[in-house]
């Protein structure tokens, strides 16, 4: 969400003011955690934004033939990422899981149990935009 933009400032360094001007605004939405009664908070309007759990299971799919396990790159790894060139990393989804844990992607490409303490630097993000047709024809 927006905080977690304003600390990375990633829009800025990832894109230019040309690029950030064709991302597209989504609305997201959190759901709370039935299972662990956690609540998932409130609902955003952001240019770059995590996958749920439900996203991640509807685009990873066996048919998608999208990589679910994610490699770190030098500037992740060099920030505290755990990964190297044999074993993938861990990823936040935006969803909460136990208490004070975010359901991740594990290293076996599956969603977490109860996900991972929000304090570990240890673990990715795989951001997401969005962008219209017509950017990607050019």
């Known amino acids: 969400g927006e905080k977690y933009n304003e600390y990375l400032n990633f829009i ?5 003011d040309e690029e950030i001007a064709k991302l597209q605004t989504v609305s997201v939405s959190c759901k709370d955690n039935d299972t662990y009664k956690t609540e998932g908070g409130n609902d955003t309007e952001d240019l770059v934004y ?3 759990a439900d996203e ?3 685009y990873f799919t ?3 033939g999208f ?3 994610a490699y770190g790159t030098n500037y992740a ?4 990422l755990a990964s190297d060139n044999k074993d993938a990393g861990i990823w936040w989804l935006r969803d909460p899981g136990a208490k004070t844990f975010m359901l991740a992607v594990d290293r076996a490409g599956k969603i977490s149990e109860g996900g ?3 304090n570990d630097i240890t673990e990715g993000v ?3 935009i969005k962008v219209s047709d017509s950017v990607l024809s050019k």
């Open 56 to 58: 991640f299971a509807k």
């Open 67 to 69: 990589n679910s396990m």
């Open 77 to 80: 790894k060099a920030r505290g």
């Open 12 to 16: 800025n360094r990832a894109f230019s």
């Open 50 to 52: 995590l996958l749920s």
């Open 126 to 128: 795989r951001p997401v």
């Open 116 to 118: 991972y303490t929000v």
């Open 62 to 64: 066996k048919e998608s």
